[in-house]
Protein backbone atom coordinates (compact mmCIF):
# COMPACT_ATOMS: atom_id res chain seq x y z
CA UNK A 1 0.00 0.00 0.00
CA UNK A 2 0.96 3.18 -0.66
CA UNK A 3 1.85 5.58 1.83
CA UNK A 4 1.46 9.50 0.25
CA UNK A 5 4.63 10.40 1.78
CA UNK A 6 5.59 12.27 -0.84
CA UNK A 7 6.04 15.95 -0.60
CA UNK A 8 4.82 18.59 -3.23
CA UNK A 9 4.64 22.75 -3.88
CA UNK A 10 1.57 23.88 -2.87
CA UNK A 11 -0.33 27.39 -3.76
CA UNK A 12 -1.22 29.91 -1.02
CA UNK A 13 -4.35 28.73 0.80
CA UNK A 14 -7.60 29.01 0.59
CA UNK A 15 -10.02 31.29 3.21
CA UNK A 16 -11.79 29.27 6.35
CA UNK A 17 -14.94 28.70 6.63
CA UNK A 18 -17.10 27.39 9.70
CA UNK A 19 -19.22 24.78 9.80
CA UNK A 20 -21.86 24.03 11.51
CA UNK A 21 -21.46 21.61 14.35
CA UNK A 22 -23.28 17.99 14.72
CA UNK A 23 -25.78 16.20 16.72
CA UNK A 24 -24.06 14.60 19.52
CA UNK A 25 -22.52 11.14 18.60
CA UNK A 26 -24.87 8.41 19.59
CA UNK A 27 -22.03 5.11 20.08
CA UNK A 28 -19.20 3.21 18.05
CA UNK A 29 -19.32 0.21 16.42
CA UNK A 30 -16.63 -1.44 18.35
CA UNK A 31 -18.10 -0.72 21.84
CA UNK A 32 -16.62 -2.07 25.07
CA UNK A 33 -12.88 -3.23 24.93
CA UNK A 34 -10.78 -1.17 27.10
CA UNK A 35 -13.02 1.31 28.63
CA UNK A 36 -16.16 3.09 27.26
CA UNK A 37 -16.25 5.83 24.43
CA UNK A 38 -15.94 9.59 25.78
CA UNK A 39 -19.69 11.12 26.39
CA UNK A 40 -20.33 14.26 24.03
CA UNK A 41 -19.15 17.11 26.75
CA UNK A 42 -15.43 15.59 26.46
CA UNK A 43 -15.28 15.15 22.57
CA UNK A 44 -13.17 17.49 20.75
CA UNK A 45 -14.64 19.57 18.23
CA UNK A 46 -15.08 18.06 14.93
CA UNK A 47 -15.16 19.89 11.39
CA UNK A 48 -15.40 18.36 7.80
CA UNK A 49 -13.09 19.37 5.35
CA UNK A 50 -13.38 18.17 1.45
CA UNK A 51 -9.90 18.15 0.10
CA UNK A 52 -9.44 18.32 -3.85
CA UNK A 53 -6.53 20.10 -6.07
CA UNK A 54 -5.20 23.12 -4.37
CA UNK A 55 -7.46 25.47 -6.74
CA UNK A 56 -10.77 24.27 -5.29
CA UNK A 57 -9.84 23.20 -1.78
CA UNK A 58 -12.06 23.60 0.94
CA UNK A 59 -10.92 23.95 4.73
CA UNK A 60 -13.13 24.55 7.35
CA UNK A 61 -12.20 25.53 10.91
CA UNK A 62 -13.69 25.82 14.64
CA UNK A 63 -12.28 26.56 18.12
CA UNK A 64 -12.33 23.96 20.47
CA UNK A 65 -15.11 24.93 23.12
CA UNK A 66 -14.18 26.36 26.60
CA UNK A 67 -14.54 22.89 28.64
CA UNK A 68 -11.68 21.26 26.66
CA UNK A 69 -9.07 23.64 27.24
CA UNK A 70 -7.78 21.80 30.01
CA UNK A 71 -7.60 18.51 27.63
CA UNK A 72 -6.19 20.14 24.91
CA UNK A 73 -3.40 21.42 27.61
CA UNK A 74 -2.80 17.54 28.66
CA UNK A 75 -2.50 16.77 24.75
CA UNK A 76 0.04 19.15 24.05
CA UNK A 77 2.51 17.35 26.40
CA UNK A 78 2.49 14.77 24.10
CA UNK A 79 3.07 16.58 21.11
CA UNK A 80 6.09 17.44 18.78
CA UNK A 81 7.50 20.85 18.71
CA UNK A 82 6.97 21.09 15.07
CA UNK A 83 5.65 24.27 14.28
CA UNK A 84 1.97 24.94 13.03
CA UNK A 85 3.51 26.30 9.70
CA UNK A 86 5.13 22.91 8.81
CA UNK A 87 2.58 20.90 10.26
CA UNK A 88 -0.26 22.87 8.02
CA UNK A 89 2.30 22.73 5.01
CA UNK A 90 2.83 19.22 5.74
CA UNK A 91 -0.56 17.82 5.73
CA UNK A 92 -1.66 19.51 3.14
CA UNK A 93 1.20 18.64 1.13
CA UNK A 94 0.31 14.78 2.26
CA UNK A 95 -3.52 15.44 1.16
CA UNK A 96 -2.42 16.76 -2.43
CA UNK A 97 -0.48 13.67 -2.67
CA UNK A 98 -3.51 11.56 -1.73
CA UNK A 99 -6.03 13.17 -4.00
CA UNK A 100 -3.58 12.65 -7.03
CA UNK A 101 -2.67 8.81 -6.10
CA UNK A 102 -6.44 8.07 -6.07
CA UNK A 103 -6.77 9.68 -9.40
CA UNK A 104 -4.66 7.63 -11.45
CA UNK A 105 -5.72 5.63 -13.73
CA UNK A 106 -4.62 2.43 -11.66
CA UNK A 107 -5.62 3.67 -8.59
CA UNK A 108 -8.23 2.39 -6.34
CA UNK A 109 -11.12 4.42 -7.56
CA UNK A 110 -10.41 2.81 -10.82
CA UNK A 111 -11.61 -0.68 -9.38
CA UNK A 112 -14.40 -2.39 -10.92
CA UNK A 113 -14.20 -5.86 -10.71
CA UNK A 114 -12.63 -8.89 -8.57
CA UNK A 115 -13.15 -12.79 -9.91
CA UNK A 116 -12.08 -15.39 -7.18
CA UNK A 117 -10.91 -18.23 -9.39
CA UNK A 118 -10.38 -22.17 -9.05
CA UNK A 119 -8.36 -24.98 -10.51
CA UNK A 120 -9.79 -25.39 -14.71
CA UNK A 121 -10.68 -23.03 -17.60
CA UNK A 122 -12.71 -19.85 -17.01
CA UNK A 123 -13.40 -18.37 -20.13
CA UNK A 124 -14.20 -14.37 -20.02
CA UNK A 125 -15.75 -11.03 -21.50
CA UNK A 126 -18.59 -8.94 -20.79
CA UNK A 127 -21.42 -12.28 -22.52
CA UNK A 128 -23.24 -13.76 -19.91
CA UNK A 129 -22.25 -17.20 -21.06
CA UNK A 130 -18.55 -16.66 -20.10
CA UNK A 131 -18.03 -17.80 -16.03
CA UNK A 132 -16.14 -14.62 -15.86
CA UNK A 133 -18.41 -11.80 -16.62
CA UNK A 134 -16.91 -8.61 -17.36
CA UNK A 135 -18.83 -5.36 -17.33
CA UNK A 136 -20.68 -4.05 -20.65
CA UNK A 137 -17.86 -2.10 -22.39
CA UNK A 138 -15.96 -5.42 -22.86
CA UNK A 139 -15.32 -7.46 -26.03
CA UNK A 140 -18.12 -9.94 -25.39
CA UNK A 141 -15.69 -12.56 -25.44
CA UNK A 142 -12.23 -11.98 -25.05
CA UNK A 143 -10.28 -15.90 -24.23
CA UNK A 144 -9.86 -18.00 -21.61
CA UNK A 145 -8.18 -18.07 -18.19
CA UNK A 146 -6.71 -21.29 -17.17
CA UNK A 147 -5.50 -21.94 -13.60
CA UNK A 148 -3.30 -25.22 -12.76
CA UNK A 149 -1.41 -25.21 -9.66
CA UNK A 150 -1.70 -22.13 -8.38
CA UNK A 151 -0.46 -21.09 -12.00
CA UNK A 152 -2.91 -18.57 -14.01
CA UNK A 153 -2.23 -18.43 -17.95
CA UNK A 154 -4.30 -16.17 -20.66
CA UNK A 155 -4.98 -17.82 -23.89
CA UNK A 156 -6.74 -14.33 -26.06
CA UNK A 157 -8.99 -15.03 -28.95
CA UNK A 158 -8.42 -14.54 -32.55
CA UNK A 159 -9.04 -11.00 -32.92
CA UNK A 160 -8.83 -9.14 -29.63
CA UNK A 161 -5.78 -6.87 -29.10
CA UNK A 162 -4.95 -7.60 -25.48
CA UNK A 163 -1.57 -6.42 -24.59
CA UNK A 164 1.03 -6.15 -21.84
CA UNK A 165 4.08 -4.20 -21.66
CA UNK A 166 3.02 -2.64 -24.48
CA UNK A 167 2.56 -5.83 -26.63
CA UNK A 168 -0.12 -7.62 -28.43
CA UNK A 169 -0.09 -11.32 -26.86
CA UNK A 170 -2.07 -14.45 -27.24
CA UNK A 171 -0.85 -16.59 -24.38
CA UNK A 172 1.10 -15.18 -21.20
CA UNK A 173 1.49 -16.51 -18.13
CA UNK A 174 -0.52 -13.96 -15.55
CA UNK A 175 2.34 -13.13 -12.80
CA UNK A 176 0.45 -12.71 -9.28
CA UNK A 177 1.41 -10.25 -6.67
CA UNK A 178 2.66 -11.98 -4.17
CA UNK A 179 6.53 -12.06 -5.28
CA UNK A 180 6.29 -8.50 -6.72
CA UNK A 181 5.21 -6.72 -9.70
CA UNK A 182 2.22 -8.80 -11.40
CA UNK A 183 1.54 -8.98 -15.09
CA UNK A 184 -0.78 -6.47 -16.11
CA UNK A 185 -2.65 -7.26 -19.02
CA UNK A 186 -4.38 -4.27 -21.22
CA UNK A 187 -7.45 -3.87 -23.60
CA UNK A 188 -8.86 -0.50 -24.40
CA UNK A 189 -9.46 1.11 -20.87
CA UNK A 190 -9.74 -1.85 -18.99
CA UNK A 191 -6.31 -3.77 -17.62
CA UNK A 192 -6.64 -6.48 -15.17
CA UNK A 193 -4.03 -8.73 -12.98
CA UNK A 194 -4.03 -11.89 -10.74
CA UNK A 195 -3.82 -11.17 -6.94
CA UNK A 196 -2.89 -13.37 -4.13
CA UNK A 197 -4.57 -13.57 -0.94
CA UNK A 198 -4.87 -16.06 1.82
CA UNK A 199 -8.32 -16.97 0.52
CA UNK A 200 -7.02 -17.75 -3.12
CA UNK A 201 -6.23 -16.28 -6.41
CA UNK A 202 -8.31 -13.69 -8.52
CA UNK A 203 -8.57 -11.62 -11.45
CA UNK A 204 -8.37 -7.80 -10.11
CA UNK A 205 -10.19 -5.35 -13.07
CA UNK A 206 -9.28 -1.71 -13.35
CA UNK A 207 -11.17 0.68 -15.45
CA UNK A 208 -9.63 3.79 -15.86
CA UNK A 209 -13.10 5.15 -17.11
CA UNK A 210 -14.82 3.53 -14.14
CA UNK A 211 -17.97 5.97 -12.81
CA UNK A 212 -16.18 6.40 -9.49
CA UNK A 213 -13.03 7.89 -10.57
CA UNK A 214 -15.17 10.13 -13.10
CA UNK A 215 -17.27 11.12 -10.18
CA UNK A 216 -14.65 11.83 -7.48
CA UNK A 217 -14.16 15.51 -6.50
CA UNK A 218 -12.54 14.66 -3.36
CA UNK A 219 -12.30 13.81 0.30
CA UNK A 220 -13.30 14.87 4.14
CA UNK A 221 -11.15 14.95 6.33
CA UNK A 222 -11.64 16.06 10.40
CA UNK A 223 -10.01 19.53 10.93
CA UNK A 224 -6.02 19.60 11.17
CA UNK A 225 -5.22 19.10 14.73
CA UNK A 226 -1.15 18.92 15.86
CA UNK A 227 -3.38 17.21 19.20
CA UNK A 228 -3.40 14.16 17.29
CA UNK A 229 0.55 14.09 16.59
CA UNK A 230 2.04 12.26 19.28
CA UNK A 231 4.64 11.14 20.77
CA UNK A 232 4.79 7.91 21.31
CA UNK A 233 7.13 4.71 22.56
CA UNK A 234 7.64 1.99 20.78
CA UNK A 235 8.20 -1.67 22.57
CA UNK A 236 9.37 -4.87 20.36
CA UNK A 237 8.09 -7.97 20.41
CA UNK A 238 10.81 -10.55 21.06
CA UNK A 239 10.49 -12.51 18.62
CA UNK A 240 7.82 -11.23 16.97
CA UNK A 241 4.35 -11.83 16.79
CA UNK A 242 3.24 -13.98 13.49
CA UNK A 243 -0.85 -13.07 13.62
CA UNK A 244 -4.09 -13.75 11.24
CA UNK A 245 -5.04 -10.23 10.11
CA UNK A 246 -9.26 -9.99 9.73
CA UNK A 247 -10.25 -9.27 5.81
CA UNK A 248 -13.22 -8.34 4.23
CA UNK A 249 -13.05 -11.23 2.41
CA UNK A 250 -13.80 -13.07 5.19
CA UNK A 251 -10.78 -14.99 4.93
CA UNK A 252 -7.84 -14.31 7.71
CA UNK A 253 -4.59 -13.05 6.11
CA UNK A 254 -0.61 -14.14 7.74
CA UNK A 255 1.06 -10.45 9.00
CA UNK A 256 4.04 -10.06 11.18
CA UNK A 257 3.85 -7.78 13.88
CA UNK A 258 7.17 -6.56 14.97
CA UNK A 259 6.12 -4.38 18.01
CA UNK A 260 3.23 -1.96 19.73
CA UNK A 261 3.23 1.51 19.51
CA UNK A 262 1.94 3.26 22.97
CA UNK A 263 0.97 6.96 23.82
CA UNK A 264 -1.23 8.97 25.83
CA UNK A 265 -4.32 10.98 25.21
CA UNK A 266 -5.97 12.83 28.14
CA UNK A 267 -3.52 10.79 30.69
CA UNK A 268 -4.92 7.72 29.56
CA UNK A 269 -2.65 5.02 27.60
CA UNK A 270 -3.38 2.90 24.60
CA UNK A 271 -1.39 0.51 22.29
CA UNK A 272 -1.67 -0.61 18.62
CA UNK A 273 0.25 -2.94 17.34
CA UNK A 274 2.24 -2.02 13.90
CA UNK A 275 2.66 -4.36 11.22
CA UNK A 276 5.86 -4.83 9.10
CA UNK A 277 9.36 -6.25 9.70
CA UNK A 278 12.09 -5.50 12.20
CA UNK A 279 14.38 -3.24 10.94
CA UNK A 280 12.05 -1.56 8.48
CA UNK A 281 12.12 1.98 7.83
CA UNK A 282 8.39 2.10 8.58
CA UNK A 283 5.20 0.77 10.01
CA UNK A 284 1.77 -0.16 8.92
CA UNK A 285 -0.89 0.31 11.15
CA UNK A 286 -4.94 -0.58 10.49
CA UNK A 287 -6.78 0.88 13.41
CA UNK A 288 -10.30 0.97 14.37
CA UNK A 289 -11.71 3.66 17.33
CA UNK A 290 -15.35 5.03 18.50
CA UNK A 291 -15.39 7.10 15.37
CA UNK A 292 -15.99 3.76 13.60
CA UNK A 293 -19.00 3.31 11.35
CA UNK A 294 -20.02 7.13 12.36
CA UNK A 295 -18.29 9.62 11.34
CA UNK A 296 -15.51 7.47 9.60
CA UNK A 297 -15.65 4.30 7.57
CA UNK A 298 -17.05 1.19 9.86
CA UNK A 299 -14.10 -1.33 8.81
CA UNK A 300 -11.27 0.90 10.57
CA UNK A 301 -8.72 3.14 9.09
CA UNK A 302 -5.04 2.82 8.46
CA UNK A 303 -2.01 5.26 8.91
CA UNK A 304 2.00 4.88 8.45
CA UNK A 305 4.48 5.92 11.18
CA UNK A 306 8.34 6.24 10.73
CA UNK A 307 10.07 3.34 12.51
CA UNK A 308 11.32 4.51 16.05
CA UNK A 309 14.98 6.01 16.80
CA UNK A 310 17.39 4.67 18.64
CA UNK A 311 15.43 5.42 22.20
CA UNK A 312 12.30 3.70 21.28
CA UNK A 313 10.59 7.37 20.42
CA UNK A 314 8.16 7.16 17.85
CA UNK A 315 5.67 9.63 16.20
CA UNK A 316 2.04 8.63 15.32
CA UNK A 317 0.21 11.40 13.46
CA UNK A 318 -4.02 11.01 13.19
CA UNK A 319 -4.56 13.60 11.25
CA UNK A 320 -2.98 11.26 8.54
CA UNK A 321 -5.16 8.22 8.98
CA UNK A 322 -6.75 7.71 5.89
CA UNK A 323 -9.62 5.23 4.66
CA UNK A 324 -8.97 1.95 2.87
CA UNK A 325 -9.78 0.94 -0.21
CA UNK A 326 -12.71 -0.56 0.31
CA UNK A 327 -13.78 2.62 1.20
CA UNK A 328 -14.47 3.38 -2.41
CA UNK A 329 -15.06 -0.21 -3.96
CA UNK A 330 -16.48 -3.20 -3.11
CA UNK A 331 -13.96 -5.37 -5.02
CA UNK A 332 -10.81 -4.23 -2.94
CA UNK A 333 -9.35 -6.97 -0.44
CA UNK A 334 -8.62 -5.39 2.22
CA UNK A 335 -7.23 -6.12 6.37
CA UNK A 336 -9.20 -4.91 9.17
CA UNK A 337 -8.53 -4.13 12.51
CA UNK A 338 -7.45 -6.85 15.05
CA UNK A 339 -8.82 -6.76 18.23
CA UNK A 340 -5.74 -4.94 20.09
CA UNK A 341 -5.89 -2.22 17.51
CA UNK A 342 -9.73 -1.41 18.31
CA UNK A 343 -9.07 1.79 20.18
CA UNK A 344 -12.30 2.84 22.53
CA UNK A 345 -12.02 6.51 21.92
CA UNK A 346 -12.40 8.50 19.19
CA UNK A 347 -9.75 9.76 16.88
CA UNK A 348 -11.10 12.98 15.59
CA UNK A 349 -8.01 13.22 13.05
CA UNK A 350 -7.81 11.53 9.67
CA UNK A 351 -10.29 10.97 6.83
CA UNK A 352 -13.86 11.10 7.36
CA UNK A 353 -16.05 8.33 5.71
CA UNK A 354 -16.46 8.61 1.84
CA UNK A 355 -19.60 9.79 1.20
CA UNK A 356 -19.90 7.83 -2.29
CA UNK A 357 -19.90 4.48 0.09
Known amino acids: MTGYQEQISLPPRNPLRRFAPRPPWKGGQWGGG ?12 VDRV ?39 DGLEAWRTQRYADL ?9 AGLYWLEDGEHTFGSDSSNSV ?22 LVRPGIKVTVDGE ?22 LNWRVISRSRGLAIRLLDRESPTRRAFDGIEFFEPDQRWRLEARFEPYDPPLEIAMPSITGVDE ?47 RFVWIDAEDDEGNIIIDFNRAYNPPCV ?15 LPIRIEAGE ?3 EGH
Open 34 to 45: RGEAQSDDRRLT
Open 50 to 88: RHKPPSVVRRLRSIPPAPFLAGLLLLAACMTNTSETDFH
Open 328 to 342: FSPFATCPLPTPNNR
Open 352 to 354: LNF
Open 133 to 154: VLPVNAPLHIGTLVVLDSVVTM
Open 254 to 300: KDTVPGVVVFEVEGTEYRLDVTGQPGDDRYFVVFGDATSGQETYGGG
Open 168 to 189: AVSERVMLDDSEGSPTIAHLDS
Open 103 to 111: QKPDGYLSL
